[in-house]
């Protein structure tokens, strides 16, 4: 069952449930209303009547003395004169008895217009107590009011007012069916009602639903769910939806872009071994030929042969980095003085070209806590293998004098390599940490393009940064940020 179908039964089931109890309760309303309406008109018309014969010269002696048999009731024209006999309401039925319960007088005469009144009812009124009854009478049936009439404490007449309660069963009969009829037709409208705007809420809701399945057929990311209402629980949940989907467009084309990017290094992989490879089995060829070559050409090619077998072991050690580093592999995080790491660094540097001049300056300003240099949180060893890609890129691609400078900025300690080359232009900088990247006037360097991505992926794991800063014909400086030990 669809929420939109849920939300519909329950809103017409309470809408029933509150039709229900006002119905009813209107309907008891309109029965006591009319019950009291009409005991009111009987009581009025017995009072008039009963003042009447309280005027009247009667005695009471006289009426506690019935004659056997009593005398035929006699019509209202003969029994009295009064005007109140002449007006009275056409849908009441007046009776005049003796105390002793015979009809004296009814409109007509007549003894069969005789009004029911029990024994209860009788003694009742002779004990001047009025007296309500319901009961049959001509086939119908009827609510009659009885009224003793006392003059000097003894009972002399008995005053009974009827009237047919079959017109307000007919009232209260066309007032339920019409309560019922149109409770009906009120949850039928209120359930197409209901169920209009249940679609019209839920309309962004099922928005999302088609978008959800969009994505899952397209896996197009780029989908988004078109909201324009208020910023109710619906809003909320189309502008979080939307936001998710921005996150699983970043995620999924992060993927992309990491899936291009080892389809890439594979490739480049590949096209690196390929060479010292080639070389190997073209070699090996050559000392497997018989007649044998001569023995200089022997040794020539052993000494290639050698070369490249160096090659491929600096190629798959620089893999093997790499690799460790895309897997998250641990670093140290210790506290330990920079400078004694890069006096170490910088020394080792110098025996890859001994004529080169590589300087060291130190910012003077000193730590807070009066230590004596500056200090980091990182892993030494790490920190010394960036370092010497640094100097080893600034040795090969400059000449002249090299430069490392290192100062505390905040909370930072920056490291900064700088050479004096011909620069990066900007649209290869961009380029200078993918793997296997090398630029066109790097060809003929040796080198796999692995220093500077192996570099970035260590200073990530220490928690650092890494930066390339460079202008055409100015030289280029790799800087290097780690937090303060």
């Excluded at 030289?475 to 937090?483: K, N, P, V």
Aim: net charge negative.
């Amino acid at each position: 069952m669809s929420i939109r179908l849920r939300f519909t039964l329950l809103y017409n089931a309470i809408l029933a449930l509150t039709l229900l109890i006002f119905g009813v309760g209107l309907y008891f309303v309109q029965v006591g209303n009319t019950f009291d309406a009409l005991k009111k008109d009987l009581f009025r018309t017995s009072s008039a009547i009963s003042d009447v014969l309280q005027r009247s010269p009667t005695d009471p002696a006289a009426a506690l003395k019935q004659p056997e048999p009593p005398p035929p009731p006699k019509p209202f024209d003969t029994f009295s004169h009064d005007e109140s006999f002449k007006k009275l309401p056409e849908r009441e039925m007046v009776r005049i008895l003796d105390a002793a319960g015979n009809l004296v007088a009814s409109p007509f005469g007549r003894t069969d217009d005789q009004l029911p009144l029990s024994s209860d009812g009788l003694s009742t009124l002779q004990n001047r107590q009025d007296w309500w009854e319901k009961a049959v009478f001509q086939d119908q049936q009827v609510l009659i009011y009885s009224h003793p009439v006392v003059v000097d404490g003894a009972v002399t007449y008995i005053v009974q007012v009827a009237r047919s309660l079959t017109e307000n069963e007919r009232s209260l009969q066309f007032l339920s069916t019409t309560l019922v009829v149109a409770s009906l037709l009120t949850i039928l409208i209120a359930f197409g009602v209901g169920w209009f705007f249940s679609g019209f809420i839920l309309d962004p809701v099922r928005r999302i639903t088609q978008t959800a399945r969009a994505i899952g057929d397209e896996r197009d990311f780029a989908h988004r769910v078109e909201y324009k209402g208020p910023q109710d629980e619906v809003g909320q949940l189309a502008t979080t939806f939307n936001s998710m989907l921005a996150r699983l467009q970043d995620a999924y084309q992060k993927v992309e872009h990491s899936l291009e990017v080892q389809r890439d290094f594979v490739a480049d992989v590949s096209h690196e071994l390929r060479t010292p490879l080639t070389t190997l089995r073209g070699n090996l060829g050559l000392l497997g030929r018989i007649p044998p070559i001569p023995q200089e050409e022997q040794a020539d090619i052993l000494a290639d042969m050698t070369d490249e077998s160096d090659r491929l072991i600096r190629l798959v050690n620089d893999l093997l980095v790499l690799a460790r580093a895309d897997a998250g592999r641990s670093l140290a995080r210790e506290s330990f003085s920079v400078e004694l790491a890069l006096d170490e660094t910088i020394r080792q540097a110098r025996q890859l070209d001994p004529q080169r001049e590589i300087s060291l300056i130190v910012d003077e300003h000193k730590q807070a806590d009066g230590g004596a240099g500056l200090f980091v949180m990182g892993d030494r060893d790490a920190l010394k293998q960036v370092l010497l890609i640094a100097l080893d890129n600034a040795l090969k691609h400059s000449t002249g004098l090299i430069q490392v400078r290192v100062a505390r900025k905040g909370a930072l300690v920056e490291i900064c390599v700088q050479d004096q080359g011909e620069g990066i232009a900007p649209d290869k900088l961009e380029h200078i940490f993918d793997r296997f990247y090398r630029g066109e006037e790097a060809i003929t360097i040796p080198g796999f393009g692995l220093g500077l991505p192996i570099a970035k992926s260590l200073m990530i794991a220490m928690g650092g940064e890494i930066e390339m800063r460079s202008q055409p014909g100015r030289g280029s400086s790799l800087a290097l940020s780690l937090q303060v030990g």
